[in-house]
DNA sequence: GTGAAAGCGCTAACAT
DNA sequence: ATGTTAGCGCTTTCAC
């Protein structure tokens, strides 16, 4: 049967209160006794109950505010679906989340929704947003105001996040790599469509993308490497674009969301069975262009996990069950016709 | 505030305990105020809180008799690991593990491991065993005695058991073929080395595989099908024995253990430049003949996975949160170099 | 057949 | 500075 505070205060020869008070750090109790008090719960591998701790403090529920730009981005579906199942199994324990959507990666957008979280003063804040200064800065004013902050999806560069659960892009990248020369024989001549020059995420891809064919001595060439900020018509337009302009491009590498209209393009010019289309996660979309014989390889990175992680971690932080402290790393899942679900 | 059964109490105008033993279906109560407190309870959407259910009946802890196959087979430590990371997990909850752990397929040992079981009147009952007649009645016995049993990795065919854990055997071999459609152009010319013709999982990925490559109207031969009985000797033999007869074999489909005898026989006879070969799950030997390019695909289960959510699934039964018992089928995971652990 | 009370491990409020 | 007590939601025992 496990130590329980009561054993202790058996042991030591004073009250539960004083080893509470003790377990906690608080002050008002003599020195002395505190460090034998300290001890003795060590020396017996005195572990707090769960459940009983959540049921003690019950009547303040352990309040978790999240934010993800996921608005108009299925792909933040799943992340939330994570969420919400660590909701119905922490709910017993108290567990309330507060989920905030924003559309896209506006910067004014994502400042002012952080100051409200930081208006709430939650216990704990779970946040997918953007790695740059201002950002930083206000995370960072959360985080000193005593709560605490873990990020999902994707990592900010503050030393104040607690831990990080998301995908490591690069390696996905280097992934779609070794995919790559493990289907083609012939010299790859690869049109590379980016979501953004600006985010992380996609460059990594296309790092770990090229860094992966150079280490395997791949004969290779990068036709073009353009944006679609995201957006199918835009996708459509500069896919289209490169396409007739490059005739010998048989490898298309999409590391970001306008899929559909690049796929489109492809399509349209009836070059689907001359091309490899890789792309990235797994939304209707993808899944339908997957399933089509379109896309070969959609490289996945286990969204509904990162959110049903990041809260689950973040709940065991909160009640200091302290474990070490490690960033979560999720999988990188390669699917492809057979292996997608449905 | 979540309903609880005080609420329901007041609201009845009848006692705390009068309401639980209703919502126990125990008798000694008076029909006409059972139907109304259960009535209430209804409307009121009640449900038992998890941490007052643990706390309540701590002095009785569950007790959970785990049996698997897996001495000898480094497969299971991982879903080993999944035990033992849901033990730590629920013991504040008063789950105790036991693992009996037993050398490969026999029987026997199987029969008197289940009847070892049935003796220690565990709660609940997670299972790796034989899919055979005289498993079936003894698992049943052991569903009939009040014990919840459940089965991981590997399913029996027991009306008896609440739910089973682990992989979809025939989609792993269809995901096996797709990947060997994308990655050859001239005829595949395949030997299956299988680890037993009786074993329902390894004839599966065969037929999963075959149907995989008709479905695509892939332009194939299967040069022979061997037994490797799961040995690295008997897979060295009879591999090398099917290369030397044919110098054509272009590619090998290994369903179990015997990898290593398998690949040794590929390295003496200087073919893995010309081979594609397929293995299952990542342990150690077919982690690093990945590495070494030697198996060009592992196709995965998630036992890890399959350890920890069997025993969270049962956990919950147990305590009655009664959501509906569905099975779970672990996701194919594809594993080339770029994406093997480490 | 039903109610009342004790107790699981912990915290917080109150008392000394 | 320390001890005592009540109470979180539930189960179980004992009393009526």
């Known amino acids: 049967m496990a130590v329980t505070i009561r054993d202790i205060a058996k042991e030591a020869g004073v009250s539960r209160g004083t080893v509470d008070r003790v377990l906690h750090k608080r002050k008002g109790v003599n020195e002395e006794v505190a460090k034998r008090v300290q001890a003795i719960a060590d ?58 959507q924003i559309k896209s990666f506006d910067l004014n957008a994502h400042l002012k929704e952080i100051k409200h979280l930081e208006a709430k ?22 985080a000193e105001s005593g709560t ?17 659960v998301g995908p490591d892009y690069y390696l996905e990248g280097k992934t779609a790599s070794g995919l790559l020369q493990l289907c083609s024989k012939t010299q790859k001549r690869v049109l590379i469509v980016t979501g953004s020059f600006n985010m992380k995420g996609h460059q990594e891809r ?15 060439v990068v ?23 490059h005739e010998d491009i048989n490898c298309i590498y999409l590391t970001a969301a306008g899929v559909q209209g690049a796929c489109q393009a492809v399509k349209d010019l009836g070059r689907q069975d001359s091309l490899r289309i890789f792309s990235f996660d797994d939304v209707p979309i993808t899944r339908s262009l997957v399933k089509e014989g379109v896309i070969t390889f959609t490289i996945c990175q286990q969204p509904k996990r990162q959110g ?12 200091n069950q302290q474990d070490p402290i490690v960033d979560t790393i999720t999988q990188t899942i390669i699917k492809i016709r057979e292996n997608i679900e449905e």
């Open 43 to 100: 020396e017996m591998g005195f572990t707090p109950n769960l459940a009983g701790k959540v049921l003690a403090r019950r009547k303040q529920p352990l309040r978790i505010g999240c934010l993800l730009p996921s608005i108009g981005n299925p792909f933040f579906d799943d992340v939330i679906a994570g969420f919400r199942q660590a909701e119905r199994e922490l709910s017993d324990f108290g567990v309330i989340l507060d989920i905030t």
């Open 308 to 319: 049903y992680d990041a809260i689950q971690k973040l709940f065991t932080h909160l009640m």
């Open 148 to 164: 605490t902050v873990v990020t999902v999806n994707t990592d900010i560069d503050s030393s104040h996040r607690l831990f990080y």
């Open 121 to 142: 003063h939650y216990d704990g804040v779970c946040v997918t947003t953007l790695d740059v200064q201002p950002v930083i800065d206000a995370i960072d004013r959360i």
């Open 206 to 220: 296309i790092r770990g993308f090229i860094e992966g064919l150079q280490e395997h001595g791949a004969d290779y």
């Open 223 to 245: 036709i073009d490497t353009v944006e679609s900020l995201d957006d199918d018509t835009i996708g459509y337009e500069r896919t289209r674009a490169c396409l007739e302009q």
